[in-house]
């Protein structure tokens, strides 16, 4: 049975940092693709970013380039976000989601939540002063 079981987020600073993790359980990870989502107060649910383990292709949304970063420690069965340069805006309740590689076969194009099978629970970030 495949789960994900998160922990990490909290309260930091805007400009902090912080990682989200999430520990997956009864899937392999080359079969695999990875997305966190997050869906802000008022807002719908959105891809922050996705990963497709065996070729290690990723895909980011526009507003998080160059300040998170999606990993995954397969010996661990863990799954990473690290997030740096923290901005009020992207407060938010994150999820990991997992779903057979199969479903994404364009990591741009299908970091969306209705090719994502497996959710965990979800995991409040706020940014603020």
């Known amino acids: 049975e495949v789960q994900l079981a998160q922990s990490g987020g909290g309260w930091v600073q805007p400009g902090g940092s912080l990682r989200l993790s999430c520990a997956a359980s009864?899937?392999?990870?080359?079969?695999?693709?990875i997305g966190w989502f997050r869906q802000a107060p008022g807002k719908e649910l959105e891809g922050v970013s996705c990963?497709?383990?065996?070729?290690?292709?990723?895909y980011y949304i526009n507003s998080v380039k160059d300040r998170f970063h999606i990993s995954t420690d397969n010996a661990q069965n863990m799954v990473y976000l690290d997030m740096y340069s923290l901005k009020p805006e992207d407060t938010a309740v994150y999820y990991c989601?997992?779903?057979?590689?199969?479903?994404?076969?364009?990591?741009?194009?299908?970091?969306?939540?209705?090719?994502?099978?497996?959710w965990g629970q979800g995991t409040q970030v706020t940014v603020s002063s």
């Open positions: 990963l497709t383990t065996p070729n290690t292709n990723t």
């Open positions: 989601a997992a779903t057979p590689i199969s479903w994404v076969t364009n990591v741009k194009l299908h970091c969306t939540i209705d090719k994502f099978q497996h």
């Open positions: 009864g899937f392999n990870f080359d079969s695999y693709a």
